[in-house]
């Protein structure tokens, strides 16, 4: 395999020389550009672009910014370099599109190992990206799994997954399956006003079903949009039957089954939402703009940051459930450590129509901006808008919640 090639911007010649001795050292070829011209005119040629400091008219972040909104360019990573630690300047670079951002003074193996995360995770998502089926729809290669899960429960979670599910089925009519698999008080069926006649506790119970494509689809009940959906048991005590073998093995199934599946993971961290995680390729976290919701958030993290099983799969989707803002984006994605995929509008009316009647907001209130916000990051989740999968994590750890400025 060819070494990968990478494009290095930095104008400080002794700084520049010591990242270019680092990754030549692990075999990549490193090109040196001059300035912020040959940056943008030799990128296509690169699998990765690092933005170190840069002296001239145009910043870093501006050159950054630039090459983000060169849709041609999409493909290619960028990794800057801040020159100090300060959380400031790496959500300024965050928001300007970074793909990766590391603090000077840095370790090689540092630099080393985030340069090889960001080739691998791009590599991953071009081997997804789009293509043009028959009927001149757009789809990834792969077939795909998309959870939602919150460590806390009434942050959207179900409205979240219904809306993403519906529409994608829209798209692709008996191809995309709903899975509730918030056991004990699964909310889908109601989201979608359908009355199922059989749930998940019947499928545990027919070990065939859990094996054959076919046999699985039966158990599954038809909404109008064309999604199937397999509802959570009707009785709160039957969620018990349901192990981490079952749900793993349904997953494996279900995913020959259908095109695409959707999780309501629900809000109890168990290894039956373990199992949903490593099958996932994205996991949307809903988060609302309280302490007590990021806290959740921030121990949910730790934890998934120790066992790796979320990787670079979270897309984390701000949920303003309140008439008033009361933390800013930036004070969440800093407490995060992650920048923010998506944010949904508060709306004091449209959601709770849409639960009260059983019809999601994408068809209810279909020219909202949440139903707008609401398709894009279906396609964004699905990678269907070829951008690939869940946006890239600042990092593995989020920062501190005392970061928060109130
Ligand atoms: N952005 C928003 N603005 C206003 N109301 C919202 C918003 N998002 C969701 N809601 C409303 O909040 C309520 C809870 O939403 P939902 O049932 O999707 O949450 P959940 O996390 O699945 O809850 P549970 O833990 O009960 O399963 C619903 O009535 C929904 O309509
Ligand atoms: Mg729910």
Redesign the pocket.
Known sequence: MPASSILLLESDPVAGAGVETILSGTGYVVTRAADADETMRLAADHQLVIIDVVTGVRSGIDICAELRATPSLSAVPVLCISTSDDVEERIRFLEAGADDVMARPFDARELEARVEALLLRFQRSRDLSPAISTDGVVMTRARRAVAVF?PK????????ATNLAVAVAARRPNQVVLVDL?LQ?G?VAT?LNLRPRQTLADVVRDDAAMREAELLRSYSTTHSSGLHVLAAPAQPEAAETVTQSHVDRILGTLLDAYELVVI?A??TLDERVLAVFERADTVVL?VYPEIAALNAMHALLEYLAETGVLGSKALFVL???FAREILKPRDVESALGSKVGLE?????FI??K??NEGIPVVIGAARSV?AERLVRLSSSAFGLDGVGVARPQEERRPGGLFRIRR
Do not use: E, Q
């Not at 009434?154 to 409205?159: K, L």
């Not at 949904?344 to 004091?348: G, I, S």
């Open positions: 919150s429960g009434g942050v959207g979670t179900t409205t979240i918030a008080f909310g989201h309501d629900g809000s809903p949920n303003n459930m949904l509008p508060y709306d004091p959601y709770l849409a639960v949440a």
